[in-house]
């Protein structure tokens, strides 16, 4: 028998996912904006309740192009081109608004269809 016990996870409205891959970014700037990440998510209000954000880290995305560059999920939103400032923009407009940045997307996936 196993002495393995279940992980336990807080509850979540959306998931962060950043490319701290070194193709992304240069200079570590994508890790440098994921360690803001705490401090800005607290200071917007979701850092907790319901509209907690969890954030991680990613090695790569394969789109190595204009970065930094993140994911919201479930909502399937990639921006690019992430500044601080443009950081700032996500957190406000989207994650606490709910109004995607659109001119800092590149790629939207579409919601799966379920079929009958």
């Given at each position: 028998?196993?002495?393995?016990?279940?992980?336990?996870?807080?509850s979540?409205?959306?998931?962060?996912?950043?490319?701290?891959?070194?193709?992304?970014?240069?200079?570590g700037e994508s890790q440098a904006l994921f360690d803001l990440l705490g401090d800005k998510f607290k200071a917007a209000g979701i850092d907790k309740g319901a509209l907690r954000v969890k954030r991680t880290r990613?090695?790569?995305?394969?789109?190595?192009?204009?970065?930094?560059?993140?994911?919201?999920?479930?909502?399937?939103?990639?921006?690019?081109?992430?500044?601080?400032?443009?950081?700032?923009?996500?957190?406000?407009?989207?994650?606490?608004?709910?109004r995607p940045v659109e001119d800092l997307i590149y790629h939207r996936q579409e919601a799966a269809c379920a079929t009958s």
């Open positions: 028998m196993s002495n393995l016990q279940k992980p336990k996870m807080m979540y409205a959306r998931h962060m996912l950043v490319c701290v891959g070194p193709r992304c970014s240069e200079d990613s090695h790569c995305f394969a789109t190595c192009k204009s970065g930094p560059v993140l994911c919201i999920q479930p909502d399937g939103i990639w921006y690019y081109n992430v500044t601080e400032a443009n950081l700032d923009r996500i957190i406000d407009e989207h994650l606490v608004g709910g």
